[in-house]
């Protein structure tokens, strides 16, 4: 079984930055695509960000793009989310999510799922 754990999150004031990051317990983590998700309270799961296992391709969503950059080091089994220019609509919590394909933007085609971490973007 795979475990996750994300770290990072916090309170942040708007145009403020949080680098998100997501352990896994697997050795073969780089044979599996990763991607962020978030949450906010009364909203369905939305799609962040993906990466590859070899962390070659990236893919974020447009409402994060050029603010948000996912990466992963696979030699310490986790992966980063970086985000700059926090706007309050950034507020939710965070999930990382792993699935065996990359290239998948729904919940669904994920696997394994961390518990969250909460990011706050105060006004």
């Known amino acids: 079984q795979v475990q996750l754990v994300e770290s990072g999150g916090g309170l942040v004031q708007a145009g403020g930055s949080l680098r998100l990051s997501c352990a896994a317990s697997?050795?073969?983590?780089?044979?599996?695509?990763m991607g962020w998700f978030r949450q906010a309270p009364g909203k369905e799961r939305e799609f962040v960000a993906a990466?590859?296992?070899?962390?070659?391709?990236?893919h974020c969503a447009d409402i994060v793009k050029g603010r948000f950059t996912i990466s992963r080091d696979n030699a310490k089994n986790t992966v980063y989310l970086q985000m700059n220019s926090l706007k309050p609509e950034d507020t939710a919590v965070y999930y990382c999510?792993?699935?065996?394909?990359?290239?998948?933007?729904?919940?669904?085609?994920?696997?394994?799922w961390g518990r969250g971490t909460q990011v706050t973007v105060s006004s």
């Open positions: 999510a792993l699935s065996i394909y990359y290239g998948r933007t729904t919940a669904r085609g994920y696997d394994y």
């Open positions: 697997r050795r073969t983590f780089s044979n599996y695509a």
């Open positions: 990466i590859s296992g070899s962390g070659d391709s990236t």
